[in-house]
């Protein structure tokens, strides 16, 4: 048996906003695109974006103990979401995403960290985080 690969799935509120923002910004293309479901591509790299849309939580009562928000696609999720994507050639990378203005605040430049990997981040338009590492030789 062997994992083969896995596909982050973030959650997001409007999935035409993200593609968009995904295609302009980030280098992704939009392979599979629905209301409520996309999926976005670069390099053989895929994400899954889905609608956390349900904004009925926002018109609750105070008494949330007797009807619980649980419907799992609340709006307030979006951007909640974080992976770690291997490159090879981050530095190319970091600076198409600077003149991009994608690049996340608070990890901007490359670090290099103390286990043997170079990385930055990026956030979404709705603030899922992005790692982006490669590996030091």
Not at 40 to 49: A, K, N, Q, T, Y
Not at 59 to 88: D, Q, V, Y
Not at 113 to 132: C, V
Request: glycine share 6%.
């Amino acid at each position: 048996m062997k994992i083969n690969s896995a596909i982050p799935a973030f959650p997001v509120i409007n999935i035409q906003k993200a593609v968009d923002f995904y295609e302009a910004k980030l280098g992704f293309m939009a392979r599979h695109q629905e209301k409520y479901f996309a999926i976005v591509v670069r390099d053989g790299v895929e994400i899954h974006l889905w609608a956390a849309c349900d904004n009925s939580w926002k018109f609750r009562n105070i008494l949330l103990f007797l009807k619980p928000i649980w419907s799992g696609s609340e709006t307030f999720i979006a951007g909640t979401a974080h992976c770690r994507m291997a490159i090879i050639g981050i530095d190319e990378l970091h600076n198409e995403y600077k003149e991009k203005k994608v690049l996340y605040a608070e990890h901007d430049m490359i670090t290099e960290q103390h286990w043997g990997q170079r990385d930055f981040a990026i956030r979404d338009y709705y603030g899922n985080l992005i790692t982006f590492f490669e590996e030091v030789i």
